[in-house]
T-cell receptor
């Protein structure tokens, strides 16, 4: 298995909703990442998990809450989002070495 | 800090034309360098990489050489196809940042028949 699987592919949520994005990989990668990508912009790093521990949080608002339950799964819990949080959320994984990432196809989130 | 600068697009080429997308970087030490491609409505795919000076990454007819003296990693392809139309991102990663990728702004390429 050489893929990173993200679910759901599309999500529409209200500003008072709570939802979660899921990411799964079975490549044995020990580093996992969340990125946010707005239209016509490069991805922006949100969180880095290394060996299931949060190692980098790029000053992301607390309405985004990451979780890494095990080495294969990464979640992003969403609560009280704003319309400007609408974006493509990308998950990626890599070996704990500099080999480059494997990205998932993303969750396109719309906050209404 | 570490940063990547790539040429602004959009770039429009005719099929079979030669492609160059410029990328330069600023980093302390020796980062690894990458080119990623994003097709419309999709996530990013690793196109090629180079982890040390003078390395040449290549894939699907695309090439880029890690030039430490000019801090560059320009992407080239000898003959582009319509199917190469996409957004191309140059990126670097560095061991002291958890190998987090630092992207350039992206270059949109449109290849016309």
């Amino acid at each position: 298995d050489t893929e990173v699987t993200q679910t759901p592919k599309h999500l529409v949520m209200g500003m008072t909703n709570k939802k979660s994005l899921k990411c799964e990989q079975h490549m044995g990668h020990r580093a996992m990442y969340w990125y946010k990508q707005k239209a016509k912009k490069p991805p922006e790093l949100m969180f880095v998990y290394s060996y299931e521990k949060l190692s980098i949080n790029e000053s992301v608002p607390s309405r985004f809450s990451p979780e890494c339950p095990n080495s294969s799964l990464l979640n992003l819990h969403l609560h009280a989002l704003q319309p400007e949080d609408s974006a493509l959320y990308l998950c990626a994984s890599s070996p704990q070495a500099n080999y480059g990432y494997t990205f998932g196809s993303g969750t396109r989130l719309t906050v209404v | 800090g570490n940063s990547v600068t790539q040429m602004e697009g959009p770039v429009t080429l005719s099929e079979e034309a030669f492609l160059t997308i410029n990328c330069t970087y600023t980093a302390t030490g020796y980062p690894s360098l990458f080119w990623y491609v994003q097709y419309p409505g999709e996530g990013l795919q690793l196109l090629l990489k180079a982890t040390k000076a003078d390395d040449k990454g290549s894939n699907k007819g695309f090439e880029a050489t890690y030039r430490k003296e000019t801090t560059s990693f320009h992407l080239e392809k000898g003959s582009v196809q319509v199917s190469d139309s996409a957004v191309y991102f140059c990126a670097l990663s560095y061991s002291n940042s958890g190998y987090a990728l630092n992207f350039g702004k992206g270059t949109s390429l449109l290849v016309t028949p």
